[in-house]
């Protein structure tokens, strides 16, 4: 007899894009001749960037001769993108990293939620509320239980150092969906908390690369401590365009040990090293290569002209909230503007509003926890034509 996992009817059934699609289409049925501008998902627009393009043409031709084809790959990634991610990411930062310390992956999403395959199901887990959804949803599948961190404008959004101790516990700066970034204080606040709990820090800095203020850290290691408590998370996706050719890598230091259950304490990195060699065979040649080309000199200054093309966005959205008079948080140093509801609103009626008065599509707040009831998050991921043309729209609608 075959018995199904349960806690996949635990999930709360939040389908939060499905429901904004499906408000947008009904919209779209009643209206069809109206252009409706799409704010809402956290997709982006502009294409790869040419040294990305060029390296992954060039990939794509070594696979065409005998000499130069790539099978398999090591489970664990290319030793030319690990070595370029030390250099670049952390090694320029102050930190260091051996090879085996890093994994390239197909994208961050997998391994958040991969990760919970080498913790035990009786961690008691803590998120940030609002949060992506992806940590809440995958430690319910595998039977944790959750606690939530309420982050609003009090905490500025960083979430207060919870009074329980929490096994688990996942951050995410800069913040999807709310934009918040973490200062060094704010984050030295974690790493201690977690130190003195034997906590065990999921750090998810997927939007790193919009990080414009030299005081704010880009990476948990950046930490005194951090080394010992803390994995992280990163992507190519909102760095370079890579949503949909895949790519992103997380850091298991070797220091970083956790309990077992006889009592003793063991290393992380070689128990992921076990995951990934038996349930994962490798990014692709052909993405590594455009990761790659990521940190070349061409590479970084386009990269750096597409964030900074969004974050302008970002500033277009603020600067014309502001004006109107909305309070806004985020957008700095993020590509995600939350924005407070006027008068309390509730989440979706805005949503609504800003659907059939202004025609343009954001996300509401509720949809990502209940601290989010009260906000919606507009994205910049779209072009400058649009985010102008949203704005000038929703001056209109008063
Ligand atoms: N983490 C956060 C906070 C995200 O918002 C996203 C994507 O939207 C991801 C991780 C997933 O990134 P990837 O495309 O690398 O799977």
Not at 262 to 291: E, H, M
Not at 353 to 379: C, D, K, N
Request: aromatic share 12%; with cysteine.
């Amino acid at each position: 007899m075959a018995y199904i996992n349960d806690n996949f009817t635990k999930i709360q059934h939040r389908y939060l894009f499905a429901d904004v699609a499906k408000r947008v289409a009904a919209y779209k049925e009643q209206n069809p001749d109206v252009e409706i501008i799409r704010l809402g998902i956290g997709d982006v627009t502009q294409p790869l960037v040419p040294a990305v393009i060029e390296a992954m043409h060039r990939a794509v031709d070594d696979c065409a001769k005998a000499e130069t084809f790539h099978g398999y790959g090591p489970e664990q990634g290319y030793k030319f993108l690990i070595d370029k991610i030390i250099e670049h990411d952390y090694k320029l930062r102050g930190i260091n990293f051996d090879s085996d310390e890093v994994f390239i992956s197909d994208g961050a999403k997998s391994d958040l939620g991969n990760i919970g395959d080498i913790l035990s199901v009786n961690n008691l887990v803590g998120v940030t509320d609002p949060v992506y959804p992806v940590y809440v949803d995958t430690n319910t599948m595998a039977g944790r239980q959750i606690r939530y961190i309420p982050c609003n404008e009090q905490n500025g959004f960083m979430g207060d150092i919870p009074n329980e101790k929490l096994d688990v516990m996942y951050l995410c700066f800069p913040n999807n969906p709310t934009g918040a970034v973490i200062t060094r204080e704010g984050l030295q606040r974690w790493v201690d908390y977690a130190l003195s709990h034997n906590t065990l820090l999921m750090y998810d800095s997927a939007y790193e690369a919009y990080i414009t203020d030299p005081e704010i850290p880009h990476s948990i290691y950046e930490i005194p401590g951090a080394k010992e408590c803390a994995i992280e998370f990163r992507s190519f996706s909102k760095t370079a365009g890579f949503t949909g050719v895949r790519c992103g890598y997380t850091v298991i230091p070797k220091e970083l040990k956790i309990k077992s259950s006889d009592g003793s304490f063991a290393a992380l990195n070689p128990v992921w090293n076990r995951r990934q060699c038996t349930k994962f065979n490798g990014a692709s040649y052909i993405s590594q290569r455009g990761a790659e080309a990521v940190y070349s000199p061409e590479g970084q200054r386009q990269i750096k002209e597409v964030i900074k093309y969004y974050l302008d966005n970002a500033k277009i959205i603020r600067s014309s909230l502001q004006k109107f008079g909305f309070k806004t948080f985020g957008g700095e140093n993020a590509p995600y503007i939350w924005v407070k509801t006027p008068g309390n609103e509730d989440s979706w009626s805005f949503f609504d509003r800003l659907l059939h008065h202004a025609q343009v599509v954001t996300t509401p707040g509720a949809g990502f926890g209940t601290s989010g009831e009260g906000y919606i998050r507009i994205t910049a991921f779209g072009s400058h034509q649009n985010s102008e043309e949203a704005m000038r729209r929703i001056e209109k609608m008063g």
